[in-house]
């Protein structure tokens, strides 16, 4: 008779479990607005400067410019619904950035980001692994004056190539391979 009854616990637990997975999957899959385009999804609650950032057949990264002010990141996720908006971080500008030095980064938990005024062909490694540019010399004159951000490229690092997320250590290195700049957090 106890083991009936154990039986039955067992199934009833699996059974809410099951029932618990596929609502979280449901909820997943279909919330959000579902647009048809990435671009549709993007935040119009200011006034954003939007740089294209890495991307795959699900999920669109932004890089933006904001409100006179403010850079961050914000990714668009493709799922039964349409496009919609995914996690989004922002912080102030910095007020002048030195040619090749990194002075604060960033992170969504997916990427570790920043911009750097870069100069030649200075190179940044995050814990050993090279960062990606993206270079903001794309963006027209103006809104690079109105930002203050001439001559800046954005650099990101994408946190799944590192076993250990929790220390950091950043190095700028000139054309000779020289350090020019280190931050460690």
């Known amino acids: ?84 908006r995914g996690e989004f971080i922002s912080a102030k500008l910095p007020d002048s950035l030195e040619e090749n030095k990194i002075a604060s980064a960033y992170s969504d938990e997916k990427i570790l980001f920043g911009l750097m005024n870069r100069k030649g062909k200075a190179e940044v490694e995050v814990n050993g692994k090279k960062v990606v540019f993206i270079e903001l010399s794309s963006l027209p004159t103006n809104t690079l004056e109105l930002y203050g951000v001439v001559g800046y490229s954005i650099w990101y690092v994408n946190l799944e190539e590192f076993e250990e997320t929790e220390h950091f250590h950043i190095k700028v290195m000139d054309e000779k391979g020289e350090i020019t700049s280190e931050l460690s957090f």
């Open 1 to 84: 008779m106890k083991k009936k009854s154990l039986t039955r616990i067992i199934l009833f637990a699996a059974v809410v479990i099951l029932l618990a997975f596929l609502f979280q999957q449901f909820v997943i899959h279909f919330s959000g607005d579902g647009f048809d385009k990435p671009e549709e999804a993007l935040p119009k609650d200011g006034d954003y400067e939007w740089i294209e950032g890495p991307k795959s057949e699900k999920e669109q990264r932004y890089f933006f410019l904001s409100n006179g002010n403010e850079f961050g990141t914000v990714v668009v996720k493709k799922n039964f619904k349409g496009w919609t």
